[in-house]
């Protein structure tokens, strides 16, 4: 069985969220299940491409409206990756510095996707499967099923996976004219609500439509950002299937960006000594318990919460413990948080930015991780924690329902709340300082969260198994 993904980000390529992290995690795990798994994605302008070699295998060019772009298919010659990676040049439009957020992006996407079906309908080696991920390939499905210039690949199945349907990329009509090769009568199945919607024409037209946990699918027949009616007319093949991680990547006994790795055994020692470094490059107490958040500071994240937790948390539990915080993302909130360094003196730092070696270092040193996401389709952070022997507090929501149980039930490990809210956190906080005092139930604790299997070994055979149905 052969695969394509299609997708915007793949890690290490280009990363913006956890999309990037399962596109550049789950067709290694693929292969080593005995498929061949592939990725095509847009050559953006990064340091990933400046410092790799490549092929050319393929040259075309394409009409986007009355403008005619050419493009080049390439090959990324090393195979460092563990899988083919293919990347997509279109100069003018896809060498962007960036992955998302210009003006022109429906145009960049709507090329990007036609330029990976004229290639494939050209290339002999065609995949038995097209794995889309998300609305910026969500006219793939669409253009496969009805597009008449791509009547050779009709019979390869199509399958698209939601990560977050917040975003569906919809545009107006008065783009119509943008979209090639197909009989305009056939446009009903890119409406929805009036626009053209990628995200709606995908899980119209593609043979499967899942998403990345069983209770975010359960939350999405509920309320979909306005997709629940369709989502429920197409219930029949929808699924839901749990992200797992890397867990090679995300490994603290050889984790080359902790400074004390520490082994399965060892979770004590190890989380000492990383505390201890992170607590001194931030000036913070290390004899505190450490929460953090990690992640973009957005809405969706919860994260316009967190200076009031802080400040909240600080008053009720004066010089009891420790936040840090490492994100970018809405400019009011990183502002909210610089001045909250203030008044919050050694018990709080931020780092605002995008860091890896940073992240792999809390995940490693932090006692405790927040996440008071209103919307986590999966959620990678949680597993990340847990693999690192970092006892998460999440809201009861999608993916988090899902990997983290509360340590109060029998045999649970995390804390869970109700309500993306100040009270509730405030309140998940203090539960977290009491377990911290109980010093035995916390190691236990650690020791068993560092055992538990997130890996993508089960995920990656389940969406094997859900290929193997379209047969
Ligand atoms: O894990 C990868 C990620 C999810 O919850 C996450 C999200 C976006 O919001 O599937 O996609």
């Not at 977050?164 to 009509?173: D, H, L, P, T, V």
């Not at 490059?281 to 953090?292: G, K, N, R």
């Not at 952070?381 to 039930?409: C, E, H, I, S, W």
């Given at each position: 069985m052969e695969i394509l993904h299609v997708s915007a980000e793949c890690y290490p390529v280009a990363k913006v969220g956890g999309l990037g992290d399962v596109v550049g995690a789950l067709p290694k795990y693929q292969q080593s299940a005995g498929a061949i798994a592939k990725v095509v994605m847009p050559a953006y302008n990064t340091a990933f491409r400046e410092k790799h070699s490549y092929e050319i295998v393929h040259q075309g060019g394409l009409w986007l409206g009355h403008d005619w772009y050419h493009f080049n298919v390439w090959k990324e010659s090393t195979n460092e990756l563990g899988f083919d990676l293919y990347q997509v040049d279109i100069p003018g439009l896809l060498d962007t510095p960036g992955v998302y957020g210009y003006p022109n992006d429906t145009e960049r996407f709507l090329a990007f996707q036609v330029a990976v079906l004229d290639w494939l309908n050209e290339w002999q080696h065609q995949p038995d499967v097209i794995h889309c991920h998300d609305?910026?390939?969500?006219?793939?499905?669409?253009?496969?099923?009805?597009?008449?210039?791509?009547?050779?690949?009709?019979?390869?199945?199509?399958?698209?996976?939601?990560?977050?349907?917040?975003?569906?990329?919809?545009?107006?009509?008065?783009k119509l004219y943008l979209i090639p090769s197909f009989d305009l009568w056939k446009s009903g199945m890119l409406d929805w609500n009036g626009a053209i919607n990628p995200l709606a024409a995908a899980i119209k037209c593609a043979w499967k439509v899942n998403t990345v946990s069983p209770n975010y699918m359960e939350e999405l027949f509920r309320s979909a950002n306005g997709l629940e009616g369709l989502l429920n007319a197409e219930r029949g093949k929808a699924t839901g299937i749990l992200n797992g991680i890397d867990d090679k990547v995300w490994d603290p006994a050889t984790d080359e960006m902790i400074p004390a790795k520490y082994g399965l055994k060892d979770v004590?020692?190890?989380?000492?000594?990383?505390?201890?470094?992170?607590?001194?490059?931030?000036?913070?107490?290390?004899?505190?318990?450490?929460?953090?958040?990690?992640?973009?500071l957005v809405g969706d994240k919860g994260a316009d919460l967190l200076p009031e937790i802080i400040g909240r948390s600080l008053y009720e539990h004066p010089g009891e413990l420790n936040f840090l915080i490492l994100g970018s993302g809405d400019a009011h909130t990183e502002w909210r948080l610089q001045q909250a360094r203030q008044y919050a003196g050694e018990h709080f730092n931020v780092f605002i930015g995008y860091n890896e070696a940073l992240s792999h270092q809390m995940y490693a040193g932090a006692d405790f991780l927040l996440m008071p996401?209103?919307?986590?389709?999966?959620?990678?952070?949680?597993?990340?924690?847990?693999?690192?022997?970092?006892?998460?507090?999440?809201?009861?929501?999608?993916?988090?329902?899902?990997?983290?149980?509360?340590?109060?039930?029998?045999?649970?490990?995390?804390?869970?709340?109700?309500?993306?809210?100040?009270?509730?956190?405030?309140?998940?906080?203090?539960?977290?300082l009491e377990l911290y005092r109980s010093k035995v139930k916390f190691s236990n604790i650690r020791k068993t969260i560092m055992q538990l299997d997130h890996s993508w070994d089960k995920a990656a055979q389940s969406y094997i198994d859900l290929y193997t149905s379209l047969k």
């Open positions: 609305h910026h390939t969500g006219m793939i499905p669409f253009l496969l099923r009805f597009g008449y210039k791509y009547s050779r690949l009709k019979h390869i199945a199509t399958v698209i996976t939601i990560h977050n349907a917040q975003y569906q990329g919809q545009f107006g009509w008065d004590t020692k190890g989380k000492k000594a990383n505390k201890e470094q992170l607590c001194k490059t931030f000036e913070l107490d290390p004899s505190l318990p450490l929460f953090v958040f990690i992640g973009r996401s209103r919307v986590e389709p999966c959620g990678l952070n949680q597993l990340y924690a847990l693999r690192y022997g970092t006892v998460p507090l999440v809201r009861v929501t999608g993916g988090l329902k899902d990997t983290v149980t509360d340590f109060g039930d029998p045999g649970g490990f995390g804390i869970r709340f109700l309500h993306a809210s100040t009270g509730d956190v405030c309140h998940a906080i203090g539960r977290a």
